[in-house]
């Protein structure tokens, strides 16, 4: 069917394009104007046309995910649901994920952190959320079968196969790598870890596990840069390990996660445990320009009560003592480890209010959106659903002022936020929530509005209450069909999960079903992801491919 979304104003960076006009649609796929009539016409006038929103880091399925609903049923359970069901829709739950993105306008969605070994149950989660494409990043970095081989110091070609392989069964999107080497040194009594520190049993240092990953996804071709949660999240001082990492990277292409937890300079640099943090975000942006090797994703803080899940058991164990309510859960697992605290952002709290302003600060100080995407780091940070107050934040310095006229005088004395005039326009909002983050993640075919993308099409009414604009589309399309029309879904689709084309080595693959099975007495079969686990005739995964 041929359709056209006629009259809106259409805003694509991508294209240099704000301005009214259509855009057609056919097969599933934006095309070029045809020259006939079109079969359906969708009004857009008084709407602003983007493409569907693209989630580089959420974390929305896996075991940490699913412990936080075991251990707080009172944050996700909804008594209120319809049906009988409360916890179909409750928070946190697949429908609840889907529909709430997709009422936002986000088409796409990744989970950033799939241990191998939780890859099945990590890609049937997935395989659960409706409306949205979705895919997972393969985490490495502290797993025994690695950090053997750089122990005895194998090679580099043996690393990329093992990563290759790891992607491979795994069905990965891309790979990361969680404060490399840290659950083996937390297991040995580290509390803290920097870069060239040595791991206990493995004589390696963060730089060098961190340094073979780079090098391993470069050589696979993996479309997204190695994905890196550094070391020392959320410590004054903190900036000076992202500055370490940014220059171990040494030029190569590298995605620092969640960069506002590392911000935080010390207040008393020769005494960094006294005098608490102030923002360097100045410092942040000012490197991320300096280095096009380099992107990042916010971490945005958002008031309130949430749960953080993190593999990094360094920084969990370390956050148990702030627990709020007084309950949480740490696994020193085999590999990654990790824990789950939950957590409340104090309203109108000191801390917290300065690492609100530390985030948007970022933003606002990025020379280049497209290399700056929002994320809360969902829940850790904030739920996801706040992007559109943080939009809001963004492009009107007046409801800045006015938020932050309510906040304790620290935001002011440790941040540079109050004296910024900066307000995003559209186009830019498009390049931290579209253009940019499908870049990013290699998919060509999304975050843009030219002809061959696909048709995921957010509409929203121009409102300048943009925390309402944002929050229910006037339309959204997926694949070209309608799933939410004024704010509520219209048709509940199942997405695909976007996974990388890798060959494995044969060789390799012997040798790891060797480990496993001497390890857990099971071999590589157990831990694969197959076609038959999602369905009888389910298409469930859809191939992305290697750079060449």
Same mark, same amino acid.
């Given at each position: ?16 394009r704000d301005s009214v006009g259509d855009v057609w649609i056919e097969d599933g796929r934006v095309i070029d104007p045809p020259g006939r009539e079109p079969d359906a016409v969708i009004d857009a006038a008084g709407c602003v046309v983007m493409a569907g929103g693209v989630e580089v880091h959420s974390h929305i399925a896996g075991g940490n995910v699913i412990t936080s609903r075991l251990l707080l049923p009172d944050l996700y359970v909804s008594e209120t649901a319809p049906d ?12 609840? =994920? ?30 659960? =959320?409706?409306? %949205? ?33 790891? #992607? ?17 040194? !937390?297991?040995?009594?580290? %509390? /803290? ?13 963060? *730089? ?5 990953? %780079? ?40 995605? !620092? ?51 953080? #899940?993190?593999?990094?058991?360094? /920084? ?31 309203? *109108? ?21 497209? *290399?700056? =995407? ?36 620290? $935001? ?33 075919? /999304? ?9 995921? #099409?957010? #509409? ?5 209450? *943009? ?22 879904? $219209? ?49 469930n995964f859809e191939a992305v491919p290697c750079r060449v």
């Amino acid at each position: 069917m041929l359709s056209v979304i006629r009259g809106g104003r259409v805003v694509d960076p991508t294209a240099s394009r704000d301005s009214v006009g259509d855009v057609w649609i056919e097969d599933g796929r934006v095309i070029d104007p045809p020259g006939r009539e079109p079969d359906a016409v969708i009004d857009a006038a008084g709407c602003v046309v983007m493409a569907g929103g693209v989630e580089v880091h959420s974390h929305i399925a896996g075991g940490n995910v699913i412990t936080s609903r075991l251990l707080l049923p009172d944050l996700y359970v909804s008594e209120t649901a319809p049906d009988g069901h409360p916890f179909a829709h409750a928070g946190g739950a697949a429908a609840w =994920i889907g529909s709430t993105y997709a009422r936002m306008g986000y088409t796409t969605a990744v989970e950033p952190a799939m241990p191998p070994t939780h890859a099945l149950g990590t890609q049937l989660e997935l395989a659960d =959320i409706p409306l %949205l494409d979705r895919g997972a990043l393969t985490v490495m970095g502290n797993d025994d079968q690695l950090l053997q081989l750089l122990r005895e110091r194998q090679g580099g070609n043996a690393v990329r196969d093992l990563v290759a392989l790891s #992607v491979a069964q795994s069905r990965g999107l891309g790979v990361k790598c969680i404060n490399a080497g840290g659950a083996s040194a !937390f297991k040995d009594g580290a %509390l /803290r870890l920097s870069l060239d520190d040595e791991i206990p049993c493995y004589g390696l240092s963060t *730089r060098q596990i961190m340094g073979s990953l %780079l090098d391993a996804v470069e050589e696979i071709g993996v479309p997204h840069p190695l994905h890196v949660h550094c070391n020392n999240l959320g410590l004054p001082g903190a900036d000076d390990s992202f500055m370490a990492t940014l220059d171990a990277a040494d030029g190569r292409r590298i995605h !620092f996660a969640h960069a506002q937890f590392y911000a935080y300079g010390a207040v008393d640099p020769a005494n960094p445990g006294t005098g608490g943090f102030r923002s360097a975000a100045e410092r942040i942006a000012q490197a991320i320009a300096d280095n096009p090797n380099a992107t990042l994703d916010i971490g945005q803080v958002v008031f309130g009560q949430t749960v953080t #899940v993190s593999l990094d058991i360094l /920084r969990q164990f370390a956050g148990r003592k702030g627990a709020k309510p007084k309950k949480w859960v740490l696994n020193a697992g085999d590999a990654e480890g990790g824990g789950v605290v939950p957590f409340l952002y104090r309203p *109108r709290g000191p801390t917290s209010s300065l690492q609100w302003a530390i985030g948007l600060e970022i933003m606002l100080l990025s020379t280049d959106p497209e *290399r700056t =995407i929002l994320t809360t780091d969902h829940p850790n940070g904030g739920p996801f659903t706040q992007y559109p107050r943080i939009i809001h934040l963004l492009m009107d310095k007046s409801e800045r002022d006015r938020e932050i006229a309510t906040l304790p005088s620290v $935001v002011g004395e440790r941040s540079s936020l109050p004296g910024l005039e900066r307000e995003y326009t559209l186009s830019e909002i498009a390049q931290l929530t579209r253009s940019g983050p499908a870049k990013l993640l290699g998919l060509a075919d /999304r975050g843009h509005l030219r002809a061959g993308a696909r048709a995921d #099409v957010a #509409v929203y009414r121009d409102d300048t209450d *943009r925390t309402a604009m944002f929050t229910a589309a006037k339309l959204v399309l997926k694949d070209g069909v309608p799933i939410v029309e004024d704010g509520e879904v $219209v048709e509940w689709r199942a997405g695909r999960t976007l996974s990388l084309t890798v060959e494995s080595d044969k060789a390799m693959a012997k040798r790891a079903d060797t480990y496993l099975t001497e390890r857990f007495g099971e071999g590589l079969d157990s831990f694969a992801v197959p076609d038959a686990a999602f369905g009888e005739g389910r298409e469930n995964f859809e191939a992305v491919p290697c750079r060449v």
